[in-house]
């Protein structure tokens, strides 16, 4: 197995390089004291794995480590530090290893070993076809051709935060300096971009694992997300919406899964800012294209169907206030005095516990004029 080694400290380089000397399995290529340096010879030397130090003034092992899975994916990553818990918690990736200096041989063997049985087991993936589609209505999944639907296992919120960001920017290009002030304003710069390297590693070595044919790209100053064609639920969505036929009964049904296939808000679990106005634009368009459905029952004197439709409605989005208030005049409509008052009490306690405010002034005055009748 071929090996480089990229710390800056010399004595450092020089002890681990006769510690790896020891073991016949690994043929050290190079060892290099500037990680750009390091990084200008990847191509050449296609390195199996690379020791990095994680603290070096240059550029950061885990940018280093970030720039060579870049160029070759499959390449083998252990980690060095001084730092134990800085290792345990900032760098616990899918790296094949950390290693505390000074370097122990025996702890060195177990790396060994870890290196030479990943690289058996390695072999080069297809991507997956049981992959084939983005979910976006309400979470993140992963829709398999084989029938439902799969959380990835992200490794921390932010890894999960920042796939979102770049598959919602769907293939333009944004500067790393904007996705650390939007990500990690909290903390400082050099922390922000460290902590985004880790997160972008973290969500190479995810997609990889899972053979999922999505790559981060660097571009410029900054990253692209590639889907290579994989779909997203919301796109495909509006498309269908755009080409869809004037609301006739001939097309009703069409219509209505049209409707159906709005599960809920753009990415809502997460309550993400920087998607807020693509959230509220997807959801006016759903909603203004389902209330055109109960109209049409309600114009057709259908009643009970547009409850239906209302009702359905409802379960997709519990907070919308209009919804409650259209349901009441329908079911006034129909002589339903229960259910209205049903509905009107939804909409209080829901008021009450989401938002901490009571019904609009319009619907309280028609509620009280109802029930004075």
Known sequence: ???????????????????????AELEMIGSYRNPRLALADISRLAPDAVFLDIEMPEMSGIALAEKILQQRPHTQIVFVT??????????DLNAVDYLLKPIQLKRLAQTTERLLQRA??????APRQDWVRVQCFRSLQFERATGGS????????KAQELFSLLLHLRGKPIRKQTLVDQLWSDIDWKKGITQLYTAIYQIRKL????????????VDEGYRLDLNGFPLDIEEW??????????????LEQHKQLSAQYKGDYLAEYAYLWAETEKQRLRMKWLSHAKQIANYFI??????????????????????????????????????RRSV?????????????????????SIRLWFDRWRSV
Request: proline share 5%; with cysteine.
């Open 238 to 251: 509006e498309r269908q919406m755009d080409a869809a036929p004037p609301l006739t009964s001939e097309s």
């Open 120 to 125: 058996g087991s390695q072999l080069p993936a």
């Open 207 to 218: 997609l990889q694992d899972e053979q999922l044919n999505i790559r981060i790209e660097n």
């Open 341 to 361: 008052e049903a509905q009107y009490e939804l909409l209080r306690k829901m008021l009450l516990q989401e938002l901490d405010m009571e019904p609009h002034d």
């Open 150 to 157: 799969a959380t990835l296992r992200w490794k921390t919120l």
């Open 299 to 336: 114009e057709s004197n259908n009643l009970p169907a547009a409850a239906e439709h209302y009702l359905e409605m409802q379960s997709v989005l519990p907070t919308e206030e209009s919804l409650y208030f259209e349901l009441m005049r329908i079911y006034d409509s129909l002589e339903d």
């Open 82 to 91: 001084v730092y134990e818990e800085y290792a345990v918690k900032a760098f």
């Open 1 to 23: 197995m071929k090996v480089i080694l990229v710390d800056d400290e010399p004595l450092a380089l020089s002890h681990l390089a006769e510690e790896l000397a020891c073991f």
